[in-house]
């Protein structure tokens, strides 16, 4: 209890927590603290935590479905449900994950699965991405439940382990393809949608995700029969394997647009006046204007909201310092546009890399990134419910530039929408990175605006 009074927000909110703040906190900070990192931790240890903290709030067994298989023990989720009175409704589902990015502790300022909070933030892996939502879904059921609250339409939760990595089993992903019926949705919550702050911690704008990237990587690999170091030739597997990445460096895949990516670019360009707002607008009109294109994309987000892009991430190369390289690889990153396909992708990275490169698609393959529609049902109440808790503050769509668990429930024909409510900075608060952190007082607005949000969605 000392240590949770002592984490209690103070200068970020000015006032004590209230007893379902506490409550809320106290689910967080225990799920924060959990490592659930894959090397050394457990997802299945923070599902069954939630599953106490439900079952206490008045969840029974038939409500709750723990879940993971025998390869993969550490790696299990949950699934809970609170039953609609309108069976003609069909549910929602709130999703997040509880898996996080991996951690060092002598990289870390803190030890990054200790809870701590200074100037107004909490600090520690996960606090975002994504058990910050993860908690706020958890926390809505338990809420839910003890208020006697009953919902029109059926509200599922899914917690999952295997977002952050794209080698682990995902939960997500298993439960579409083995119990779809337990997940079935008529739509989906889920990260990717949020806001940013200013310096001085006031909003400035909020996102609602509406359709994503596939993530899919690729491997460039060039042999030789090599030799010693004294004698080399220009066939060196090296060099032809950084002209087949110069290659991909100076290719542009193609601009594309989606509803939302218009959508988001012509509000962009209202507000943005002088020449990128103009740049905008021209390329609205003709996006093979490449010298709008030149100037839009200074800026790396709307770069790469506009196109697929490949990056490389990772290089292996050689055998011996003396001697001539008989195999280099490298990893290419690939963040799929909607639409387009990973094996169109392949053939274009086929084509840069030459025949001197073997190109090869890796396992896993992800499916197809399907954009959801703008339904005026989910984004009319995000903002209807955001005027009333950010007042003025405006809201644009927003295709992510990444990848989410969502990609999974849209190849089953569940729409996936990443609400907003949460805010960062504009450096992204570490998420992914070092000392990852969040506003104290922008967590807590996030939980009060997402709570009165799924209340709307559910009648």
Not at 426 to 449: M, P, T
Request: hydrophobic share 40%; with cysteine; glycine share 8%.
């Amino acid at each position: 209890m000392a240590a949770a009074l002592m984490l209690q927000p103070g200068p970020a909110s000015a006032q004590a927590l209230t007893p379902d703040q506490q409550s809320f906190f106290d689910l967080y900070k225990e799920l924060v603290e959990t490592n659930t990192a894959l090397s050394t931790g457990s997802c299945t240890q923070a599902s069954a935590q939630i599953a106490t903290r439900l079952k206490a709030a008045g969840y029974t067994d038939k409500d709750i479905t723990l879940f993971s298989v025998p390869d993969h023990p550490k790696d299990g989720g949950i699934v809970a449900i609170l039953p609609g009175t309108d069976k003609k409704l069909k549910p929602m589902l709130l999703l997040g994950h509880l898996d996080v990015v991996e951690a060092k502790r002598a990289d870390w300022v803190r030890d990054p699965f200790k809870l701590s909070e200074e100037e107004g933030y909490y600090y520690a892996r996960g606090t975002v991405d994504d058990k910050g939502m993860s908690a706020i879904w958890a926390d809505s059921m338990i809420r839910f439940k003890t208020s006697g609250y009953k919902p029109k339409r059926t509200i599922k939760l899914a917690l999952t382990c295997g977002e952050e990595t794209t080698f682990a089993w995902n939960g997500a992903q298993w439960l579409t393809k083995n119990k779809p019926d337990l997940i079935a949705a008529e739509f989906v919550l889920n990260e990717g949608g949020g806001g940013r702050s200013g310096a001085d911690g006031k909003p400035q704008v909020l996102a609602i995700q509406v359709g994503e990237k596939a993530a899919q990587n690729y491997t460039f690999e060039t042999t030789n029969p090599g030799g010693h170091s004294s004698q080399p030739v220009p066939d060196n597997a090296i060099y032809e394997l950084a002209d087949a990445i110069e290659a991909v460096r100076g290719y542009e895949f193609p601009i594309k647009f989606t509803d939302t990516t218009r959508a988001f670019f012509t509000a962009t360009a209202q507000s943005t006046p002088g020449p990128v707002g103009d740049a905008i607008n021209r390329l609205l009109a003709n996006p093979n204007d490449a010298e709008a294109d030149k100037l839009i994309s200074r800026d790396k987000m709307m770069h790469s909201t506009l196109r697929t892009t490949c990056v490389a991430t990772l290089l292996s190369a050689g055998h011996a310092e003396n001697a001539l390289p008989q195999r280099a690889t490298a990893n290419i990153n690939c963040r799929v546009f909607p639409g387009e396909t990973v094996e169109a992708t392949l053939a274009k990275l086929t084509e840069l890399a030459g025949p001197k490169v073997k190109v090869t698609m890796n396992m896993p393959v992800r499916p197809t990134a399907v954009p959801p529609p703008l339904d005026p049902k989910i984004v009319g109440p995000a903002k209807a419910v955001a005027a009333k808790h950010f007042p003025g503050v405006p809201m644009l769509p927003l295709m992510s530039t990444g990848a989410t668990d969502g990609i999974f429930f849209q190849a089953i024909g569940i729409p996936v929408y990443g609400v907003p409510g949460i805010f960062i900075d504009q450096d992204a608060n570490g998420i992914h990175g070092l000392n990852e952190r969040i506003r104290v007082k922008s967590l807590y607005d996030g939980r009060a605006y997402l709570y009165d949000l799924v209340k709307v969605y559910a009648g």
